[in-house]
């Protein structure tokens, strides 16, 4: 972690208008082109020199829309953060970019350090996200990094600086019942902390943004969701197969699509994906989002070319039932669902926007029957540990690991999650799944169910949903 303090500004001369808020509460369609931090061998120099000159390209390139930066923190292995990389930037426009602050190898203190500095910069735009696992690393490798969670992250975003303007990070893009409302209560916790708009992870399927927009519709949530969006190349198709970019999936029935499309030239290949980012932003605006993020972005000249093309194309689409149809055709009904059992909140097929006349209503999903070993152990569970976040951490502790895989921390929240430790998640994430949930529910990292997932079934199974809005205390590192 750097030391922050030598390169505070303090401006006294007041401070510049938030530009990305007021657009973005003022209804005005946003476009984030989306930049990373450079790695450590990039001359520093240089690398201001290429983040003004795509900053200043990205500003200029909107007409009707508002064009800024998404600057993403490293997730690992670099000394510069991205608040210090947005540093860089003129002070005047900085509050028209949002900032990612990883928890990745990130204490309480050390993140407390990035807000001061961002404060002092006047970096207001800031969206906390918990990181990736290193590809490749075992549960054991992932527990000895220290991943401080989002939730908490948000709150203190908000309760640091009043000017702040909290964002939040949501993978609608989970196929299982319980991985996707372990996403919808995260997100959920994250607005109650503050969070005041929010950014989608990357993905294809349509449908699932639909079904995100409706379940916040129907909870009366009504602020601001960006979409994330994947420019893609040869090289980020087989990232994404291989699992190098967790959390973002490619469906069998897609992957046929884009194994066509590379069978022509590259250049034709790359027109086939602006086509489709263009249809995706169009079809983003009409399903409700506020505005999009791409990624996948390499030049300042590519950045200016798709800003023109997704204006072009929003101008083009203006009609829900006109957009499907272009999209279906381009798409060529190609499945986009990883298999067919996948889970949808609402309709299963993408047919019809908002209906206006009457709610959504939400597809049942057969929960499982709990066994009757299952239930003996939960029976003795709560009947040993009922009031085990009001007793001495040291007490039953032998039976703790045995029955619940507890690791024996001082701040036990048993009582609070059906008897199931959420501790035990090799990120020591205590508020839900992080967004790199399996298809079928199984960790990041591990062939194990993720412990949110289990703490989700425990949860519908016994109607016992306390938990699931409930912000819980992180684990004191020391005690993991």
């Not at 969670?149 to 203190?156: G, W």
């Not at 938990?467 to 590192?477: G, N, R, T, W």
């Amino acid at each position: 972690m750097p030391n922050l303090d030598f390169q505070m500004q303090m401006n006294f001369t007041g401070e510049s208008e938030n530009v990305f808020r007021r657009q973005l509460e003022n209804g005005k369609f946003t476009i984030l082109v989306e930049t990373q931090v450079p790695e450590d061998t990039v001359d520093p120099k240089s690398a201001a020199e290429k983040l003004l000159e795509l900053e200043e390209t990205v500003v200029n390139s909107g007409n009707d829309v508002n064009a800024a930066l998404a600057i993403l923190d490293p997730s690992q292995g670099r000394s510069l953060r991205a608040v210090e990389f947005a540093a860089k930037l003129p002070e005047e426009r900085r509050n028209r970019h949002v900032i990612y602050l990883s928890g990745a190898d990130t204490t309480e203190a050390e993140f407390d350090d990035l807000l001061n500095f961002a404060n002092a910069n006047h970096l207001r735009n800031l969206i906390p996200v918990i990181g990736d696992a290193e590809f490749g690393s075992t549960v054991r490798e992932c527990r000895k990094r220290h991943f401080y969670d989002s939730i908490p992250a948000t709150e203190k975003i908000v309760k640091k600086h009043p000017e702040n303007f909290a964002g939040a990070v949501v993978n609608p893009y989970q196929y299982g019942f319980y991985s996707l409302f372990g996403e919808y209560f995260s997100l959920l916790k994250k607005f109650g902390q503050g969070a005041q708009f929010a950014v989608t992870q990357a993905g294809w399927d349509m449908l699932k943004l639909q079904s995100l927009h409706w379940f916040l519709n129907t909870r009366e949530c009504y602020y601001p969701v960006l979409t994330r969006l994947f420019l893609l190349s040869p090289g980020t198709v087989e990232e994404i197969v291989s699992g190098k970019r967790p959390g973002i999936r490619i469906s069998p029935g897609f992957a046929r699509i884009l194994e066509r499309e590379l069978r022509y030239s590259r250049s034709q290949f790359e027109s086939a994906q602006f086509r489709r980012i263009e249809l995706q932003a169009a079809g983003c605006r009409l399903l409700g989002a506020r505005g999009i993020q791409i990624a996948g972005i390499d030049s300042p000249a590519k950045a200016h070319f798709i800003i023109g093309r997704i204006e072009a194309a929003l101008k083009e689409f203006t009609s829900f039932d006109v957009w499907l149809e272009e999209y279906n055709a381009y798409m060529a009904s190609a499945e986009i669902t990883p298999s067919a059992n996948d889970f949808y909140l609402f309709d299963r097929s993408l047919k019809r926007d908002y209906p206006l006349d009457a709610p959504p209503v939400c597809n049942e999903e057969k929960i499982e029957k709990i066994s009757r070993w299952d239930q003996v152990k939960y029976t003795l569970r709560k009947s040993l540990f009922a009031n085990a976040d009001r007793k001495p951490a040291q007490q039953f502790r032998l039976l703790k690991l045995l029955l619940t895989g507890c690791p024996g921390c001082d701040q036990c929240v048993l009582p609070q999650t059906n008897f199931t430790c959420p501790y035990r998640c090799p990120k020591h994430l205590a508020n839900g799944p992080c967004g790199n949930v399996r298809p079928d529910g199984r960790c990041e990292i591990s062939d194990a169910e993720c412990i949110h997932v289990k703490i989700l079934r425990a949860a519908y199974q016994r109607h016992d949903f306390s938990a699931l809005e409930k912000v819980l205390p992180p684990p004191d590192p020391e005690n993991i």
